[in-house]
Structures are given as structure tokens and as C-alpha cells.
């Protein structure tokens, strides 16, 4: 998951997922997407394992555990993983191992796709990464004496405050 942009970047569905296996994944992620500064994860296994370990040595990207017990310390992430539950895994019955990554991947292209979220001022999460990658979108500068359209919108129309802004990420 791209918390920045809400994105689900990837849902592998397999007999098991091995530190090597993540690993790999994140590799795929790396090449498609660029290095990021940092991973936060919570302690499972597949992601204290010595491939993973092995790999944020070898990639030069930070890796940081939220503490034994405490979630709320990586909460957007137990929000997604909260729906996924909610809407896909807990109401499919996967008939093969097929079957699970074809529904996984239909529900990871309609949420990246097709559901606008608040926190990205309404935008899905994949047009709102193409809006903050877009360097005409990033930068300041007037284009025919007009700023562009702020990727944040107001959170509250009756806010004291002209410039309030919901957070972008």
C-alpha cells in the first residue's frame, strides 16, 4: 500500500508468503514504482524474516516495525486491510488459487480505479498519483496567470479558515 497515495500497489494470494517471496514482490514495486525512503510494517513473520532484512540492507531502504501490539501505530493500513476483509475476503469463496488473484486483482483495480477517497480531495487513488508525479501539477508556477488546481480540497465549508486544507496523504 502507497500511503501517500492510497494505492494498493499489490495483493499476492498463494499456498504461503515467504520473506523471499515479499521480497520479490517489492522488487516488482521498486522497478515499477521507484525506491521509497521507508517500509512500516507490523512484525509478522514474512516481514521480519532475514530475507526481508536482507533485502532493506541490500536496497538501502529503511525498514520500521510498529510495536508488538499496537496497530493503531500503522492505521491506515489496518483500515485497508479492515475493507478487504470486509468486502472481498470474508464474502468470497475462492475456488482455486486462480480464482483468489483474478478476484484479488478485479478488487485492487476498482479501488485504485474507481473509488474516490475524501482524504484525496475525491480523487481515486490513481488519479491522484498521476496528478502529484504530473511535474506541471507539482510545481507553482501560472499557466496563463492561473495557478493550478490544488490536489487538496477544503475540508469544511463553514471552517473559520480560508485555507484549511484536508491532508493529502
Known amino acids: 500500500m502507497a500511503h501517500g497515495t492510497r494505492e494498493c500497489l499489490v495483493l499476492a494470494a498463494d499456498t504461503s508468503l515467504s520473506g523471499l517471496r515479499v521480497a520479490r514482490e517489492l522488487d516488482a ?5 521507484g525506491r521509497p525512503t521507508t517500509i ?6 514474512e516481514f521480519t524474516s532475514n530475507a526481508i532484512l536482507t533485502w532493506a540492507d541490500e536496497t538501502c ?15 491506515f493500513i489496518e483500515s485497508f ?19 483468489a488473484r483474478a478476484v484479488l486483482k478485479a478488487w485492487r483495480r476498482d479501488y485504485n480505479e474507481e473509488r474516490p477517497h475524501s482524504k484525496l480531495g475525491w480523487m481515486t487513488p490513481r488519479d491522484y498519483a ?15 496567470g492561473s495557478a493550478l488546481r490544488p490536489l487538496a480540497t477544503a475540508i469544511d465549508d463553514g471552517s473559520d479558515h480560508d485555507g484549511t486544507l484536508a491532508p493529502a496523504g
Open 40 to 45: 512500516v510494517s507490523d512484525n509478522g513473520t
Open 81 to 99: 486491510n479492515g475493507r478487504l476483509r470486509d468486502e472481498l475476503l470474508n464474502e468470497t469463496l475462492f475456488r482455486s488459487l486462480p480464482h
Open 130 to 144: 498521476r496528478a502529484i508525479t504530473d511535474t506541471t501539477s507539482r510545481n507553482a508556477a501560472l499557466i496563463d
Open 61 to 75: 531502504i529503511g525498514w520500521h516495525y510498529i510495536a508488538p501490539g499496537k496497530p493503531q501505530q500503522n492505521g
Open 29 to 33: 514495486i521498486v522497478r515499477h514504482r
